[in-house]
Protein backbone atom coordinates (compact mmCIF):
# COMPACT_ATOMS: atom_id res chain seq x y z
CA UNK A 1 0.00 0.00 0.00
CA UNK A 2 1.27 3.03 -1.04
CA UNK A 3 0.34 6.12 0.95
CA UNK A 4 0.27 9.49 -0.42
CA UNK A 5 1.29 12.71 0.82
CA UNK A 6 3.20 13.61 4.06
CA UNK A 7 0.42 13.85 6.55
CA UNK A 8 -0.96 10.42 6.56
CA UNK A 9 2.43 8.70 6.08
CA UNK A 10 3.65 10.91 9.33
CA UNK A 11 0.18 10.17 11.60
CA UNK A 12 0.12 6.69 10.44
CA UNK A 13 4.07 5.86 11.04
CA UNK A 14 4.34 7.80 14.21
CA UNK A 15 5.00 4.95 15.98
CA UNK A 16 8.02 4.88 13.73
CA UNK A 17 9.71 6.76 16.79
CA UNK A 18 9.13 3.66 19.14
CA UNK A 19 11.40 1.12 18.94
CA UNK A 20 8.71 -1.83 19.28
CA UNK A 21 7.24 -3.28 16.58
CA UNK A 22 3.44 -5.09 16.02
CA UNK A 23 3.13 -8.49 16.33
CA UNK A 24 2.17 -8.09 12.52
CA UNK A 25 5.62 -6.64 11.45
CA UNK A 26 7.63 -9.13 13.86
CA UNK A 27 5.91 -11.80 11.82
CA UNK A 28 6.81 -10.13 8.65
CA UNK A 29 10.37 -9.38 9.67
CA UNK A 30 10.97 -13.14 10.62
CA UNK A 31 9.42 -14.62 7.36
CA UNK A 32 11.22 -11.56 5.03
CA UNK A 33 14.51 -12.47 6.90
CA UNK A 34 14.17 -16.11 8.11
CA UNK A 35 17.96 -17.24 6.37
CA UNK A 36 19.71 -13.96 8.19
CA UNK A 37 18.80 -14.69 11.49
CA UNK A 38 15.39 -13.25 11.48
CA UNK A 39 14.43 -10.47 14.00
CA UNK A 40 16.24 -9.32 17.39
CA UNK A 41 13.09 -9.13 19.51
CA UNK A 42 15.05 -6.13 21.71
CA UNK A 43 11.85 -6.06 24.27
CA UNK A 44 11.28 -9.82 24.88
CA UNK A 45 15.08 -10.91 24.73
CA UNK A 46 15.75 -12.88 27.74
CA UNK A 47 19.42 -12.50 27.97
CA UNK A 48 19.75 -8.81 27.15
CA UNK A 49 21.14 -6.55 29.49
CA UNK A 50 19.05 -3.77 30.10
CA UNK A 51 21.52 -0.99 29.47
CA UNK A 52 22.28 -2.47 25.81
CA UNK A 53 18.49 -3.38 25.22
CA UNK A 54 17.65 0.82 26.11
CA UNK A 55 20.91 1.48 23.42
CA UNK A 56 19.25 -0.69 20.87
CA UNK A 57 16.20 1.16 21.09
CA UNK A 58 17.71 4.51 21.26
CA UNK A 59 19.49 4.09 18.29
CA UNK A 60 16.13 2.61 16.35
CA UNK A 61 14.48 5.20 17.59
CA UNK A 62 16.69 7.88 16.04
CA UNK A 63 17.31 5.73 12.82
CA UNK A 64 13.16 5.47 12.23
CA UNK A 65 12.95 9.71 13.13
CA UNK A 66 15.77 9.73 10.53
CA UNK A 67 14.03 7.73 7.28
CA UNK A 68 11.22 10.27 8.15
CA UNK A 69 13.53 13.10 7.61
CA UNK A 70 14.87 11.46 4.50
CA UNK A 71 11.52 10.41 3.18
CA UNK A 72 10.02 13.70 3.53
CA UNK A 73 10.93 15.38 -0.07
CA UNK A 74 9.31 12.85 -1.73
CA UNK A 75 5.69 12.72 -2.89
CA UNK A 76 5.13 9.13 -3.03
CA UNK A 77 6.31 7.55 0.28
CA UNK A 78 6.42 3.67 0.72
CA UNK A 79 6.09 1.71 4.00
CA UNK A 80 9.51 1.27 5.15
CA UNK A 81 9.87 -0.40 8.20
CA UNK A 82 13.57 -0.98 10.26
CA UNK A 83 14.23 -3.69 12.53
CA UNK A 84 17.47 -5.33 14.00
CA UNK A 85 18.67 -8.79 12.67
CA UNK A 86 19.90 -11.24 14.98
CA UNK A 87 23.19 -10.92 13.55
CA UNK A 88 26.67 -10.21 14.84
CA UNK A 89 28.80 -9.40 12.13
CA UNK A 90 28.43 -5.81 10.46
CA UNK A 91 25.69 -5.33 7.87
CA UNK A 92 22.62 -4.18 6.62
CA UNK A 93 19.99 -5.83 3.72
CA UNK A 94 16.68 -4.31 1.95
CA UNK A 95 13.92 -6.44 0.45
CA UNK A 96 9.95 -6.23 0.01
CA UNK A 97 7.48 -8.53 1.23
CA UNK A 98 3.72 -7.64 1.04
CA UNK A 99 3.90 -4.17 -0.41
CA UNK A 100 6.27 -3.44 2.55
CA UNK A 101 9.74 -2.66 2.51
CA UNK A 102 12.18 -3.80 5.22
CA UNK A 103 15.47 -2.82 6.30
CA UNK A 104 17.37 -5.20 8.50
CA UNK A 105 20.68 -3.67 10.62
CA UNK A 106 22.65 -6.52 12.09
CA UNK A 107 22.31 -5.54 15.21
CA UNK A 108 26.28 -6.79 15.90
CA UNK A 109 26.83 -3.43 13.73
CA UNK A 110 26.51 -0.88 16.09
CA UNK A 111 28.54 -2.49 19.10
CA UNK A 112 31.40 -3.17 16.38
CA UNK A 113 31.34 0.48 14.85
CA UNK A 114 31.22 2.10 19.20
CA UNK A 115 34.39 -0.27 19.74
CA UNK A 116 36.19 0.11 16.17
CA UNK A 117 35.84 4.22 16.68
CA UNK A 118 36.95 4.30 20.22
CA UNK A 119 39.43 2.29 19.37
CA UNK A 120 41.29 4.29 16.85
CA UNK A 121 40.48 7.36 18.80
CA UNK A 122 42.97 5.53 21.20
CA UNK A 123 45.45 6.72 18.52
CA UNK A 124 46.91 10.44 19.60
CA UNK A 125 47.16 11.18 15.51
CA UNK A 126 43.30 11.78 15.03
CA UNK A 127 41.84 14.36 16.02
CA UNK A 128 44.46 15.42 18.36
CA UNK A 129 42.18 18.89 19.50
CA UNK A 130 39.81 16.59 20.84
CA UNK A 131 40.07 15.80 24.50
CA UNK A 132 43.43 15.44 26.21
CA UNK A 133 45.39 13.16 24.46
CA UNK A 134 48.33 13.21 26.93
CA UNK A 135 46.56 10.95 29.01
CA UNK A 136 45.11 8.35 26.50
CA UNK A 137 46.66 5.01 26.12
CA UNK A 138 47.14 3.25 22.48
CA UNK A 139 44.64 -0.09 22.30
CA UNK A 140 46.28 -2.29 19.86
CA UNK A 141 44.79 -4.90 18.35
CA UNK A 142 45.43 -8.45 16.89
CA UNK A 143 42.32 -7.67 14.51
CA UNK A 144 41.86 -4.31 13.45
CA UNK A 145 39.11 -5.69 11.20
CA UNK A 146 37.03 -7.09 13.90
CA UNK A 147 33.92 -7.27 12.02
CA UNK A 148 32.00 -9.11 14.36
CA UNK A 149 30.35 -7.76 17.97
CA UNK A 150 31.47 -10.53 19.99
CA UNK A 151 34.95 -9.94 19.14
CA UNK A 152 34.79 -6.12 19.63
CA UNK A 153 33.07 -6.39 22.97
CA UNK A 154 35.76 -8.77 24.30
CA UNK A 155 38.12 -6.66 23.16
CA UNK A 156 36.52 -3.40 24.42
CA UNK A 157 36.47 -4.65 27.67
CA UNK A 158 40.32 -6.48 27.80
CA UNK A 159 41.16 -2.47 26.69
CA UNK A 160 38.80 -0.46 28.61
CA UNK A 161 38.35 1.24 25.96
CA UNK A 162 35.97 4.37 27.17
CA UNK A 163 37.86 5.31 29.77
CA UNK A 164 41.23 5.22 28.03
CA UNK A 165 40.19 7.64 26.09
CA UNK A 166 38.05 10.14 27.59
CA UNK A 167 35.19 11.45 27.83
CA UNK A 168 34.98 14.00 24.99
CA UNK A 169 36.85 11.74 22.80
CA UNK A 170 34.40 8.94 23.67
CA UNK A 171 31.80 11.42 22.51
CA UNK A 172 33.36 11.81 18.97
CA UNK A 173 33.85 8.38 18.58
CA UNK A 174 29.56 7.65 18.90
CA UNK A 175 29.05 10.53 16.75
CA UNK A 176 31.67 9.11 14.15
CA UNK A 177 30.02 5.35 14.52
CA UNK A 178 26.38 7.26 14.12
CA UNK A 179 27.44 8.89 10.92
CA UNK A 180 28.35 5.87 9.68
CA UNK A 181 25.30 3.78 11.01
CA UNK A 182 22.97 7.10 9.13
CA UNK A 183 24.68 6.12 6.37
CA UNK A 184 24.31 2.15 5.77
CA UNK A 185 20.61 2.80 6.29
CA UNK A 186 20.31 5.59 4.08
CA UNK A 187 22.03 3.76 1.55
CA UNK A 188 19.50 0.90 2.01
CA UNK A 189 16.43 3.56 1.71
CA UNK A 190 18.27 4.36 -1.47
CA UNK A 191 18.57 0.69 -2.51
CA UNK A 192 14.23 1.59 -1.97
CA UNK A 193 14.08 4.42 -3.23
CA UNK A 194 15.78 4.34 -6.62
CA UNK A 195 13.04 1.25 -7.52
CA UNK A 196 16.56 -1.59 -6.95
CA UNK A 197 14.62 -4.15 -6.06
CA UNK A 198 11.75 -3.96 -8.42
CA UNK A 199 14.64 -3.65 -10.88
CA UNK A 200 16.02 -6.69 -9.73
CA UNK A 201 12.89 -8.83 -9.75
CA UNK A 202 11.86 -8.03 -13.30
CA UNK A 203 15.44 -7.65 -15.03
CA UNK A 204 18.01 -8.77 -12.50
CA UNK A 205 20.32 -11.67 -13.30
CA UNK A 206 18.26 -14.20 -11.78
CA UNK A 207 14.22 -13.65 -11.31
CA UNK A 208 13.32 -14.08 -7.83
CA UNK A 209 10.38 -13.69 -5.14
CA UNK A 210 10.38 -10.96 -3.08
CA UNK A 211 10.75 -13.71 -0.45
CA UNK A 212 13.90 -14.28 -1.53
CA UNK A 213 15.34 -10.97 -3.13
CA UNK A 214 17.19 -9.63 -1.12
CA UNK A 215 20.09 -6.73 -1.64
CA UNK A 216 22.71 -7.54 -1.11
CA UNK A 217 22.30 -10.95 -3.02
CA UNK A 218 24.70 -13.84 -2.23
CA UNK A 219 27.59 -14.03 -3.89
CA UNK A 220 28.28 -16.37 -6.97
CA UNK A 221 30.43 -16.53 -9.86
CA UNK A 222 27.87 -14.87 -12.64
CA UNK A 223 28.63 -11.59 -13.49
CA UNK A 224 27.26 -9.15 -10.85
CA UNK A 225 28.40 -5.50 -13.09
CA UNK A 226 24.48 -4.60 -12.59
CA UNK A 227 24.57 -5.03 -8.69
CA UNK A 228 27.69 -3.23 -8.70
CA UNK A 229 26.03 -0.17 -10.77
CA UNK A 230 22.86 -0.05 -7.91
CA UNK A 231 25.92 -0.19 -5.45
CA UNK A 232 27.42 2.70 -6.78
CA UNK A 233 23.66 4.37 -7.33
CA UNK A 234 22.86 3.54 -3.49
CA UNK A 235 26.08 4.92 -2.30
CA UNK A 236 25.58 8.37 -4.82
CA UNK A 237 21.85 8.77 -3.05
CA UNK A 238 23.28 7.75 0.68
CA UNK A 239 25.81 10.70 0.38
CA UNK A 240 22.97 13.21 -1.07
CA UNK A 241 20.90 12.41 1.87
CA UNK A 242 23.91 13.02 4.15
CA UNK A 243 24.94 16.22 2.27
CA UNK A 244 21.08 17.44 2.85
CA UNK A 245 21.31 16.72 6.12
CA UNK A 246 24.14 18.76 7.11
CA UNK A 247 23.04 21.15 5.37
CA UNK A 248 19.55 21.51 7.50
CA UNK A 249 21.06 20.65 10.63
CA UNK A 250 24.06 23.88 9.71
CA UNK A 251 20.65 25.81 7.79
CA UNK A 252 17.99 25.07 9.87
CA UNK A 253 19.48 25.68 13.70
CA UNK A 254 19.43 29.01 13.08
CA UNK A 255 23.43 28.63 13.32
CA UNK A 256 26.16 25.61 13.74
CA UNK A 257 25.25 22.97 16.57
CA UNK A 258 27.80 23.85 19.85
CA UNK A 259 29.84 20.48 18.53
CA UNK A 260 31.08 22.20 15.28
CA UNK A 261 33.06 25.27 14.58
CA UNK A 262 32.20 25.55 11.02
CA UNK A 263 30.52 23.34 7.95
CA UNK A 264 34.46 21.77 7.27
CA UNK A 265 34.54 20.77 10.75
CA UNK A 266 30.77 18.87 10.47
CA UNK A 267 31.98 17.47 7.21
CA UNK A 268 35.65 15.96 7.90
CA UNK A 269 34.02 14.04 10.58
CA UNK A 270 31.41 12.93 8.45
CA UNK A 271 33.71 11.90 5.39
CA UNK A 272 36.13 10.55 8.22
CA UNK A 273 33.57 8.10 9.55
CA UNK A 274 33.00 7.19 5.65
CA UNK A 275 36.18 6.48 4.58
CA UNK A 276 36.91 4.52 7.81
CA UNK A 277 33.85 2.84 7.70
CA UNK A 278 34.73 1.80 4.26
CA UNK A 279 38.57 0.68 5.55
CA UNK A 280 36.96 -1.15 8.20
CA UNK A 281 35.31 -3.66 5.52
CA UNK A 282 37.74 -3.30 3.08
CA UNK A 283 41.02 -6.27 3.03
CA UNK A 284 39.10 -8.61 1.37
CA UNK A 285 40.88 -10.39 -0.69
CA UNK A 286 39.70 -8.38 -3.57
CA UNK A 287 40.99 -10.03 -7.33
CA UNK A 288 41.22 -8.22 -10.66
CA UNK A 289 40.39 -11.28 -12.53
CA UNK A 290 37.38 -11.71 -10.70
CA UNK A 291 36.29 -7.98 -10.52
CA UNK A 292 33.29 -8.73 -12.49
CA UNK A 293 31.38 -11.07 -10.00
CA UNK A 294 31.49 -9.34 -7.19
CA UNK A 295 28.24 -8.10 -5.87
CA UNK A 296 29.49 -4.74 -4.72
CA UNK A 297 32.64 -2.68 -6.45
CA UNK A 298 35.87 -2.56 -4.04
CA UNK A 299 35.19 -0.51 -1.16
CA UNK A 300 38.34 1.76 -2.47
CA UNK A 301 36.39 2.54 -5.53
CA UNK A 302 33.46 3.22 -3.47
CA UNK A 303 35.53 5.50 -1.02
CA UNK A 304 36.48 7.51 -4.22
CA UNK A 305 32.95 7.13 -5.67
CA UNK A 306 31.85 9.29 -2.76
CA UNK A 307 34.18 11.50 -1.87
CA UNK A 308 33.67 12.76 -5.98
CA UNK A 309 29.61 12.67 -5.08
CA UNK A 310 30.03 14.80 -2.40
CA UNK A 311 32.43 17.29 -4.07
CA UNK A 312 29.37 17.70 -6.83
CA UNK A 313 26.86 17.77 -4.58
CA UNK A 314 28.45 20.57 -1.96
CA UNK A 315 29.29 22.72 -5.40
CA UNK A 316 26.06 22.65 -6.56
CA UNK A 317 23.94 26.05 -6.20
CA UNK A 318 21.19 24.16 -3.16
CA UNK A 319 23.67 24.73 -0.70
CA UNK A 320 25.81 28.16 -1.76
CA UNK A 321 24.59 30.26 1.13
CA UNK A 322 26.67 27.71 3.38
CA UNK A 323 29.25 27.35 1.44
CA UNK A 324 32.22 29.61 1.14
CA UNK A 325 34.86 29.11 -2.16
CA UNK A 326 37.35 28.55 0.91
CA UNK A 327 35.71 25.12 1.70
CA UNK A 328 35.02 24.20 -1.55
CA UNK A 329 38.89 25.18 -2.56
CA UNK A 330 39.95 22.32 0.12
CA UNK A 331 37.42 19.73 -0.39
CA UNK A 332 39.69 17.29 -2.55
CA UNK A 333 42.92 18.40 0.36
CA UNK A 334 40.56 17.42 3.24
CA UNK A 335 39.71 13.68 1.29
CA UNK A 336 43.00 12.63 0.52
CA UNK A 337 44.38 14.11 4.38
CA UNK A 338 41.50 12.29 5.99
CA UNK A 339 42.74 8.68 3.46
CA UNK A 340 46.23 9.15 5.16
CA UNK A 341 44.45 9.95 8.54
CA UNK A 342 42.91 6.69 8.64
CA UNK A 343 45.55 4.88 7.60
CA UNK A 344 47.77 6.36 10.27
CA UNK A 345 44.45 4.89 12.98
CA UNK A 346 44.87 1.51 11.09
CA UNK A 347 48.91 1.67 11.35
CA UNK A 348 48.82 3.05 14.83
CA UNK A 349 45.91 0.45 16.29
CA UNK A 350 47.14 -2.48 14.60
CA UNK A 351 49.84 -4.99 16.13
CA UNK A 352 50.65 -6.12 12.66
CA UNK A 353 50.20 -5.15 9.21
CA UNK A 354 51.14 -2.59 7.58
CA UNK A 355 49.56 0.23 5.95
CA UNK A 356 46.95 -0.61 3.44
CA UNK A 357 49.46 1.37 0.95
CA UNK A 358 52.48 -1.11 1.30
CA UNK A 359 50.65 -4.59 1.45
CA UNK A 360 50.11 -6.27 -1.67
CA UNK A 361 47.41 -8.30 -1.15
CA UNK A 362 45.07 -5.46 -0.50
CA UNK A 363 46.16 -3.06 -3.22
CA UNK A 364 43.41 -4.39 -5.17
CA UNK A 365 40.96 -3.62 -3.10
CA UNK A 366 42.29 -0.18 -2.83
CA UNK A 367 42.67 0.24 -6.42
CA UNK A 368 40.87 3.03 -6.23
CA UNK A 369 42.82 4.33 -9.81
CA UNK A 370 41.37 1.86 -11.21
CA UNK A 371 39.46 4.27 -13.33
CA UNK A 372 38.77 1.73 -15.99
CA UNK A 373 36.50 -0.34 -13.54
CA UNK A 374 34.67 2.62 -12.63
CA UNK A 375 33.80 3.91 -15.78
CA UNK A 376 32.49 0.29 -17.04
CA UNK A 377 30.22 0.41 -13.71
CA UNK A 378 29.29 3.45 -14.65
CA UNK A 379 28.51 2.50 -18.33
CA UNK A 380 26.30 -0.39 -17.31
CA UNK A 381 24.16 2.37 -15.02
CA UNK A 382 23.43 4.77 -18.13
CA UNK A 383 22.68 1.14 -19.68
CA UNK A 384 20.16 0.20 -17.51
CA UNK A 385 19.32 3.95 -15.90
CA UNK A 386 15.91 4.29 -18.65
CA UNK A 387 14.65 0.63 -17.12
CA UNK A 388 15.32 2.01 -13.57
CA UNK A 389 13.69 5.09 -14.09
CA UNK A 390 10.21 3.51 -14.29
CA UNK A 391 10.56 1.42 -10.89
CA UNK A 392 12.41 5.04 -8.99
CA UNK A 393 10.53 6.38 -6.40
CA UNK A 394 12.84 8.84 -6.50
CA UNK A 395 12.81 10.02 -9.81
CA UNK A 396 8.45 9.60 -10.29
CA UNK A 397 8.79 12.37 -6.74
CA UNK A 398 10.78 14.70 -8.58
ZN1 LIG B 1 23.87 -2.01 -1.18
Same mark, same amino acid.
Given at each position: M??D???S???Q????????M??E????????????GGL??????????P???E?L???????????????????I???IL???L????????A??I???Y????????????????????????L???V???????????????M?S??????????????E?I????????????F?A???????E??????G???????????????????IP?PH????R??D???????D??????D???M?D?I?H??????QY??????????L?? &?????R??G %?R *? +?? =??? #?L???H??V????????V???????????AD &?I??????? %?? *? +?? =??? #?L??????E???????????S???T?????F??DHI??????????L?T??Q?S??Y??E
Amino acid at each position: MLLDGKKSYLLQHKDLYQYYMTQEEKDLFNRAFAKRGGLLDIESHPYMHPTNKEILGNIISQLRGNLIYVLEPFHIKPKILIGYLDLSVIGAVATKIDDTYLIGLHAGTIPVFNCFFARLLSSPRLFPEVGDISKIKLAKTENPHMLSAEYALDEQSKDNLYESIGEERSALSFRLGFYAIRHLIKHEIAHIMNGHLEFLKNHGNNSKDFEDLIIPPPHDDSNRMIDQALEFDADTTATMFDIREMYDTIKHKGKITAQYESIADYYKEWLFS &IVALYRLMG %LR *E +YN =KEN #LLSYTHPPVGMRNVYINVKAMRFLSSPLYAD &IIDENFKSN %LD *E +YY =KNI #LLQVEDGFEDINLYRARAADSADSTAAFAYFNVDHISKIEDKFHEILPTLRQYSYKYNSE
